[in-house]
């Protein structure tokens, strides 16, 4: 149908007639559907049952060939009493039709058997007939009446027995599955509840159809029921309680039934999927799959990794080149600062050596050797102070000066060094007082002269002698600040133990002082032959020689020695010897050899170290070291 456009600009709206009104009308229902509702809800049914009966008449419907009833030939022999293990198609004529057979042909089946075995009908033919229920006509009422009820059919269905419940064994299916298993599948799946049940294929079925066919066989669902085989009829019952008994009695024997049906599918299924060869196919293809797909990613995951590991060894090589760049840019900084050391090592060594010399050619501006001495210490003092600059410019002016020139130069210099190891020594001092200070009030130098005035005041055993100090103090300090008897004793503690360290220092300097003097002067009057000015090379060698070749315990050892110098007697070479000995450089002890020679004297303590100041005028100084 066509929607009602909307009204364009300029359009009208034109009512031609107006709607009647609802009418109510009574409608009859009619029809398949309507009568297979009303079949449901007479007989109290289920759909399921609906269907079948309406596949049974479509299949009646559709069947138009006729069928042959087959007498059976024990028919005459059954008992009526045990018509409920007789079998119920074979009486009517249907043992090849069976669940296949149709509504239409029972009821054929049955027209057909009863005007054959009518009682009337035999009577008529000159039969005897066996009165009441007890006649075999009996049986086939009971075969129609099972067969034409669908629920009492299905439940006689479930126990035909002519069905074949065998399961073949792993042995037979081996062999031939297709043909072994096939025919039990088709034939079990007549027990499905779900209609289109998936058959078990061939050889060349493909892995989805095989995944379908078990998967639905594992989940199988069966409609197949044992209520036939109930020993008890609950309709015999003659009270509710024995009824109640019996149907729990039959429950019990149905669900153990049940259960047992459910294993023997299970075990059809299980048989089947070990036997079927597909399955080993197809796990082997699914292995090799896996197997693929692992390398494929053991590989991947190699060619990451080795991705990385170049990557990470392109960053150490890269690292390392930086590395060795840096290592090699410091190496040239630390070889060219050595470089410069070492030039400004030679510069300083000359410059201090060029001072020496000059000092000592103007026989170091005195005119006694006790002047000399004490100015060729202070000359050492420069040297060793002085930096390479300050040198340089003393240096410059003593050799453009004169004498007195020089002389003023060189003690300006003398007194500003003096001066910077005094302020040294006075800070010295005071980071130490700082350091083992007494108290935490102030003590200015009135307040300590007053202290050691009263200490002499009040010697020791005098009754409450700190607490007298103490009002000594407060009573003529100027300072303001009350003393008590622990401030006092903690100051004097601290001034006599300031008192002995310095006494100690300053016993130190004056050994370093003798020792350092007794160095110079042995410098000053080491022996100097003139002799060794006419020892040449070749002799210097052919002497050293000798000395190696005669030790001492050899017999006339100076006479052979001399013998190996040509031109020198045994007392030139002993004196040439002695000469050499003591010709050894000791030089000015340098700051380390002060703070080590200091050190050690610390902890041996002064009064413990003895040395002979006046052993030699050739004291051996490296000796002392």
Excluded at 22 to 35: L, T
Excluded at 178 to 189: G, I, L, Q, Y
Aim: with cysteine; charged share 35%.
């Amino acid at each position: 149908s066509k929607m009602l456009l909307e009204a364009l600009d300029g359009d009208e709206t034109v009512v031609f007639t107006a709607a009647t009104a609802s009418v109510q009308i009574q409608v009859e229902p009619v029809g398949r559907w309507f009568e297979a509702y009303v079949r449901r809800r007479n007989r109290n049914a289920s759909v399921s049952f609906q269907e079948l009966e309406e596949e049974a008449e479509s299949s009646e419907e559709s069947e138009d060939e006729e069928f042959q009833l087959e007498e059976y030939p024990m028919l005459r022999t059954l008992d009526p009493k045990d018509w409920k293990n007789q079998d119920h198609y074979a009486v009517l004529g249907l043992p090849h039709l069976r669940y296949k057979a149709t509504q239409k042909q029972i009821k054929a089946a049955h027209k057909g058997i009863v005007l054959k075995h009518h009682p009337d009908k035999r009577k008529a033919a000159g039969e005897q007939i066996v009165e009441g229920d007890n006649d075999y006509f009996t049986c086939i009422t009971k075969a129609i009446e099972i067969l034409s009820d669908p629920v009492k059919r299905r439940a006689f269905d479930s126990v035909d027995p002519t069905f074949d419940n065998a399961v073949p064994s792993k042995s037979e299916g081996k062999e031939n599955f297709t043909e072994v298993f096939s025919p039990v599948f088709e034939r079990n799946a007549r027990w499905s509840s779900k209609k289109h049940v998936p058959l078990l294929g061939t050889m060349e079925s493909s892995f989805e159809e095989v995944d379908n066919f078990y998967s639905f066989w594992y989940n199988f669902d069966s409609w197949r029921e044992f209520s036939y085989l109930d020993e008890e009829e609950k309709e015999k019952a003659e009270c509710r309680d024995e009824r109640r008994w019996i149907e729990k009695q039959n429950r019990a024997s149905r669900a153990q039934r049940k259960k047992e049906e459910m294993n023997r599918i299970r075990t059809l299924v299980d048989t089947a999927y070990s036997c079927d060869p597909r399955i080993k196919k197809f796990k082997e293809e699914e292995k090799a799959r896996k197997e693929s797909e692992k390398k494929a990613k053991v590989e991947a995951k190699k060619r990451e990794q080795e991705e990385k590991e170049r990557a990470r060894q392109a960053e150490l090589e890269a690292a390392r080149l930086a590395k060795a760049k840096e290592e090699e840019e410091a190496k040239q900084v630390a070889q060219q600062a050595k470089k410069e050391k070492e030039i400004q090592k030679k510069a300083i060594k000359k410059e201090r050596q060029k001072l020496r010399t000059t000092c000592k050619n103007w026989n170091y501006f005195a005119d006694d050797e006790a002047d000399s001495v004490k100015m060729m210490e202070e000359v050492e003092k420069l040297c060793d102070r002085l930096e390479l600059t300050s040198l340089q410019s003393l240096n410059e002016i003593l050799a453009s000066g004169s004498k007195e020139d020089s002389k003023v130069a060189v003690e300006k210099q003398v007194q500003e060094v003096n001066a910077q190891l005094q302020r040294e020594k006075e800070a010295e001092v005071q980071m130490r007082q700082a350091a083992r200070g007494g108290g935490g009030k102030g003590w200015n130098e009135e307040d300590l002269q007053l202290l050691i005035k009263a200490v002499n005041l009040f010697p020791a055993g005098t009754n409450a002698r700190w607490e007298v100090i103490a009002n000594y103090m407060n009573l003529h300090s100027t300072s303001g600040t009350k003393r008590t008897a622990k401030d006092v004793i903690n100051k004097a503690k601290n001034l006599q133990r300031l008192g002995e360290l310095e006494w100690e220092e300053n016993k130190l300097s004056r050994v370093l002082h003798q020792i350092h003097l007794l160095m110079l002067i042995g410098r000053l009057k080491r022996p100097c032959s003139g002799s060794t000015a006419s020892w040449t090379t070749e002799e210097q060698k052919l002497l050293e020689q000798a000395l190696k070749t005669y030790p001492v315990s050899t017999p006339e050892r100076w006479e052979k020695i001399a013998a190996a110098v040509p031109g020198r007697s045994k007392k030139d070479c002993m004196k040439r010897y002695k000469v050499r000995r003591c010709a050894a450089p000791y030089g000015f002890w340098s700051r380390r050899h002060r703070s080590s020679f200091r050190f050690s004297l610390s902890r041996q303590g002064v009064a413990n170290f003895s040395i002979n100041l006046y052993q030699s005028s050739r004291l051996n100084i490296g000796a002392a070291r």
